[in-house]
């Protein structure tokens, strides 16, 4: 009980100091405005030149009734509206030009800024995407970069003008008379007072809101993509139970605002009405006693409006401003995150390479979020392949035939040992002159959005059409993608769901063909795709691995056999490797997992 | 019956809130109408020397004031429950519709589509319905009522003073009509954004290996800059309209000075009352505004009503006539007569004209190429779909005439990619059977081969799975889904390609386990492979949607070229694969 009024305690602290970061993140909203220093300028100076006219109309009105309509000088009066009208017109326009600026700076430095993570995530690893949940990732460029734009766009207008217009109404208060405003001012411990627990209060209650929201929203989604699941099992019911639940406690949570805003609202009314009676009964005698003029006082009843909305609207801003600021650091801290694995700074260019690969005592183990170690995936693993040679990696999962791949493609560095590609060691090569002669192709199939043509010359972008259509007919994905509506102009959609899974594998054989690398690696797909694309693919692998060095963590027992050597991974170690009828001979491991493939596949 | 009076029908449970709010609003209105009436009063007080009716104007304003407090308190308690309950019983509303409607009915809808009338359109009208209804309320009775006391004041000046009114209400209108197609457009585009980044980091393998960085950066540039240049075009039209409707009402506050002043000075109106006219007009800017911002909430709500009611009106079809009764009890036994079945009028049918008899606790093959009506047999079996023509039967009785539930809970499906929910491996297993102890499906796990590696979790059998927990492979998904239709401890089993995804020496296991489960149950199996099918007592032979043969292993061997080649070249697939082709040079394709 002590312990959970502890935390709340330290919570509430670190949430009313909020100071936190604060250095950091000025520097880093300076560095992102710097490049428009110019046109800050300009907003600037037009939301102060706007703000300051917008404050005009009350003393003006003042200066109306003493200077003009009580004197009876009609022709003052005259000038006094022309001024009236002129600061409504700069107002109109400052505001234009400000409403303009802001936006354009806004929308240009977070443009920037998704530019700078965008470029920054490519920096990093794959091994850091490994530590990371996707969502968590993606949740930055999305989620946390659109906080700041609810902030751009909708508050720091309304920032810098309630601040503006606040600061300058309090200056005519003063300057219209000392005694009045000092009046007023005893309203403000307790706005200040009654807005500081509505903030705090309401900033854990909108959190809430939007908790539960995300939580309908969630199970919403779910249900519609397993509406299948729903149907079978004939639960409809429970889900609309489930949801009815998840919908009150999103009632609730928007009860607690609710509850908070009636409280919070009509009190600052009430307290603003309370100024004027004050302002009147105060500032009244001090007319009737002559020590200020009526107009005084009718211009500071006018003023009193620009005094206290500013404040409603500031304490509305809060948890917008709360939020940005979140999301900010959050984004500064990918930002922080250092790329390991740089290029060395005096990387070679991989010349035009024979294909042949050493690994050299390679030892490797993940490293773990804390980063120790984690077990050893692979151990004093030494192999040399020659080029043009196919190897199968053999083994059960957790053996390591992946990250053998993933040494290949340089995604990790060994933790010992090294791997060389015609003598280099990776670590000494350019990573995009290693990566552009190598060849992987994974387990799924990933295709981009955009057509199947453009998926295919993601591997080679210069190809012509000519050479396009070549490579999807080497590894026989012609006939299928002439077949579709559009041919190679077909949209693949999302991840190329449009696609079955084994024609998304036909489409990433021709993308890893066109590049024409000396070494695949390539990861086959394990799930039955269906009859027809399913012996396509075996030749379309067939030609594809033709020719060159490749390594497969192979599935079917047509590669296995077909593989000029297979290397039989346990435990991180080569325990076994020769050709199929070599291993066959042997009676070890092999022979054992060969024995139960064989079962499945054709045991009658 | 309109769109818009559909709408406010959804007001009708809470007819005594709406009431009461519109109520208290109107009092709130009265009195922060008469506050600067008083005002003006004291103004005038204090300008002809009168001490004492100063204290008691002033008092008046606090009572005032203080009315306001409780009143305005309550309207916002009341209206803020009527907003929340209408909003709680239209979502209620759209999901359990979204429930009732048929599987045939998600074929052809996008999910975005249908998130989006759950999301978006109930947004719109529930602003609308709990804010808006009250706004389009307060704000004109606080321009009507201010109107009345200037009128009262000064018929002359209220007239000038009101002229600026219908121009702030019509161009906040057309600003707000115009900024929200804008504005949706940049919603589309960072959506876009978000798409383009999700591809980029889940694919950030693929990036790398083919050293395409820069590539992707600047097709992701494009993408940024796409959304930079549609926040341009909903900030200009910000520019243009916003500080023009801050403008207008000054126009009038001019005006009074400018003629209100002059009547001060002819005596014609005292300084008071000026002062009271040129409060009235500050305290107007914000009720115009909103007034031209709730009319627009009106029309949005109104294009979402008719998008969300076109869900709604649906009639949900695959029902049972009231009262039908559950399905009879029986050993399961499964007859197609004559069916067929079109997935979509005019399509190709998926089952041709099929006559089959499955007797009750029989194991029977469903062997065929893909497209050549397995899965459709099987979702029949289950009345996921009815068919086009001819009659699905279980047990003797017409799927279409009893009761839906009960013939789901006597039909368990599981597929090659089985859909998991977000929630626990256990809960998972026993979504069919929430009540089931731990001990039945740990059982169930241990048939499909799942226990072991439940077990190796990191939370074991509490471990969420799903996309907000751990991301499990396809062949875990697939054991886990098996479990879950071992554990509905369904009368009929259907395991459409189940095992795909399991390596070679789980799905042995697993075969051995199913041998144990499939007793006493009817049990279809669709596989591609040759261990599979030979788990079944039966086989059923499916070429292009029709039944090409049926009968044991061994009539089989004795009648079927087809089945005998299957067996003899001992892979299925590359057998049908083949014929096919040959059949397709035989036809001169």
């Known amino acids: 009980m002590s312990g959970s009024r502890a935390t709340r305690t330290s919570e509430l602290r670190r949430r009313l100091r909020g100071t936190s970061g604060r250095g950091r993140r000025l520097r880093g909203l300076a560095a992102l405005l710097a490049p428009y220093r110019g046109r800050v300028v300009l907003m600037i100076a037009s939301l102060v030149i706007g703000t300051a006219a917008s404050l005009a109309p009350a003393p003006l009105a003042a200066k109306a009734i003493d200077d003009g309509i009580l004197p009876r000088n009609f022709h003052y009066l005259e000038l006094i509206v022309v001024a009236f009208v002129i600061a409504a017109l700069i107002v109109w326009v400052a505001t234009a030009a400000q409403t303009y600026l802001v936006e354009w700076v806004g929308q240009r430095a977070l443009a920037d800024l998704r530019l700078a993570i965008f470029a920054h995530l490519q920096r ?98 779910e249900s519609l993509s397993g509406v299948r699941v729903v149907r079978t099992f004939g639960q409809e019911h429970r889900h609309a139970d489930e949801f009815s639940a998840l919908n009150e406690l999103n009632r609730g949570a928007n009860m607690t605002t609710v509850n908070m805003n009636a409280a919070y609202f009509p009190a600052i009314e009430f307290v603003s009405a309370a100024a004027t009676v004050a302002v009147l009964l105060y500032g009244g005698n001090q007319v009737l006693h002559g020590a200020i003029a009526l107009g005084v006082l009718v211009g500071f009843l006018a003023a009193l409006n620009n005094f206290f909305d500013p404040i409603t609207q500031l304490s509305q801003l809060y948890t917008t401003y709360q939020s940005g600021m979140a999301a900010l650091d959050k984004i500064f801290e990918l930002l922080d995150e250092q790329p390991e694995m740089l290029e060395r700074l005096d990387a070679q260019t991989l010349g035009p390479i024979r294909g042949e690969l050493r690994f050299e005592h390679v030892s490797f183990a993940y490293a773990k979020r804390d980063g120790d170690l984690d077990r050893v995936a692979l151990d004093d693993v030494d192999l040399a392949i020659a080029p043009g040679e196919t190897v199968a990696l053999v083994g059960a999962t957790g053996a390591g035939k992946s990250t053998f791949a993933k040494l290949v493609a340089r995604f990790y560095d060994p933790t010992l040992g090294r791997v060389l590609i015609d003598g280099h060691d990776l670590r000494d090569v350019t990573y995009e002159s290693l990566r552009s002669q190598l060849g992987i192709v994974p387990q799924e199939a990933f295709l981009f959005s955009g057509s199947v043509h453009s998926n295919i010359a993601f591997g080679a972008p210069q190809a012509t059409d000519a050479e396009i259509e070549a490579a999807a007919r080497a590894v026989g994905a012609h006939e299928f993608i002439q077949a579709l509506e559009h041919g190679y102009q077909t949209e693949v959609g999302e991840r190329g769901n449009q696609l079955s899974a084994g024609q998304r594998q036909l489409v990433a054989f021709a993308r890893a063909m066109i590049a024409d690398p000396r070494i695949l ?84 | ?123 719109a009208i529930r602003f609308f319905l709990g804010y808006g209804l009250v706004f389009i309320v307060q704000s004109g009775l606080s321009i009507a009522l201010a109107a009345v006391a200037m009128f009262a004041i000064e018929p002359g000046l209220a007239a000038i003073a009101l002229i600026p009114v219908p121009f702030v209400v019509y161009v906040t209108n057309r600003y707000s009509r115009l900024a929200r197609p804008a504005l949706q457009e940049v919603q589309q585009r960072i959506g876009e954004l978000t798409a383009d980044t999700e591809e980029n980091i889940s694919g950030v393998r693929v990036v790398k290996a083919f ?15 796409r959304v930079f240049e549609q926040s341009m075009v909903e900030a200009r039209l910000q520019a243009r309209y916003n500080p023009l409707i801050g403008f207008l009402p000054q126009i009038g506050l001019a005006a009074i000075l400018l003629v209100g002043g002059r009547d001060v000075i002819h005596h014609q109106l005292s300084i008071g009352q000026f002062t009271a006219f040129y409060t009235y007009l500050l305290m107007l800017l914000s009720p115009m505004r909103t007034l031209g911002v709730s009319l627009g909430m009106a029309q949005r709500a109104t294009a979402s009503g008719a998008r969300v009611f076109e869900l709604l009106d649906r009639n949900p079809r695959l029902t049972a006539p009231a009262g039908a009764p559950p399905l009879p009890a029986g050993s399961g036994q499964v007859r197609f007569e004559g069916v067929t079945m079109r997935y979509a009028p005019g399509a190709p049918p998926a089952l041709h004209d099929v006559d089959l008899e499955v007797p009750g606790g029989r194991t029977v093959a469903l062997v065929g190429a893909t497209g050549s009506g397995k899965t459709t047999l099987a979702a029949l079996v289950a009345r996921l779909y009815d068919p086009t023509d001819g009659r699905v039967l279980i047990d003797g009785a017409d799927l279409r005439e009893v009761d839906v539930a009960s013939v789901r809970a006597a039909v368990a499906i599981t597929g090659d990619d089985p859909f998991l929910f977000s929630t626990t491996v256990a809960d998972n297993i026993a979504y069919a059977r929430p009540q089931a102890t731990r001990a039945q499906i740990e059982d169930a796990a241990r048939r499909a081969q799942a226990h072991e590696f439940i077990e190796r979790l990191p939370g074991g059998y509490e471990t969420r799975v799903g996309e907000r927990g751990l991301t499990v492979s396809g062949g875990q998904r697939q054991r886990i889904a098996i479990a879950r239709a071992i554990l509905a401890d369904p009368r009929i089993l259907i395991l459409d390609d189940a095992t795909s995804s399991v390596d070679a020496t789980t799905e042995r296991a697993i075969k051995l386990a199913l041998a144990e489960v499939m007793a006493g149950r009817t049990t279809f199996i669709i596989a591609h492979r040759l261990s599979t099918i030979a788990l079944a007592d039966e086989i059923v032979v499916l070429e292009d949607g029709r039944v090409g043969d049926y009968g044991t292993h061994a009539e089989l061997l004795e009648r079927s070229s087809l089945y005998r080649e299957i067996v003899e070249k001992g892979l299925p697939d590359s057998v049908l694969l083949t014929r096919r082709q040959r059949e397709r040079q035989a036809a001169g394709l």
């Open chain 1, 124 to 221: 990093l690893p794959v091994s850091f995407y490994e530590r990371r949940p996707t969502g968590v990732l993606i949740s930055r460029m999305t989620n946390d970069v659109e906080a700041l734009d609810t902030l751009v766009t909708d508050s720091v207008v309304t920032l810098f003008q309630g601040g503006l217009t606040l600061v300058g109404t309090l200056v005519i208060l003063l300057s219209f008379d000392l005694q009045l405003a000092l009046i007023t001012f005893i309203m403000l411990p307790l706005i200040g007072i009654a807005s500081l627990v509505f903030r705090i209060a309401s900033a854990d209650a909108y959190r809430r809101t939007r908790e539960t929201i995300g939580h309908i929203t969630g199970y919403l989604q």
């Open chain 1, 521 to 604: 690696v390539l990861d086959e797909a394990t799930s039955n795709v269906d009859l027809h694309t399913e012996s396509r693919i075996e030749q379309g692998l067939r030609r594809l691995l033709a020719g060159r060095t490749a390594i497969v963590i192979a599935h079917r027992l047509s590669t296995i056999k077909g593989a000029s050597r297979i290397v039989v991974l346990a435990g991180g170690r080569i325990v076994e490797q020769g050709s199929h009828d070599e291993l066959l001979a042997a009676r070890g491991a092999y022979a054992e997992l060969y024995r139960d493939w064989s079962q499945v596949a054709a045991a009658a």
């Open chain 2, 1 to 123: 019956m309109s769109t818009f009076r559909r709408l406010l029908a959804f007001l009708r449970p809470y007819r005594r809130g709406v009431i009461w709010s519109g109520a208290l609003a109107a009092a709130a209105i009265l009195a922060t109408v008469a506050i600067p009436y008083i005002s003006g009063v004291a103004v005038d007080a204090i300008h002809d020397h009168r001490r004492g009716r100063l204290l008691e104007l002033a008092l008046l304003i606090a009572a005032a004031g203080f009315v306001r407090l409780g009143l305005s308190a309550g309207r916002r308690l009341v209206a803020g429950r009527v907003s929340l309950g209408v909003e709680y019983d239209l979502r209620n509303l759209l999901f359990r519709q979204l429930q009732s409607l048929e599987l045939a009915f998600f074929d052809h809808q996008q999910t975005g589509q249908l998130m989006s009338r759950v999301t978006v359109d109930l947004q």
């Open chain 2, 211 to 225: 050293a395409r960085e820069a590539h992707q950066r600047a097709r992701f540039e494009r993408t940024v800059a």
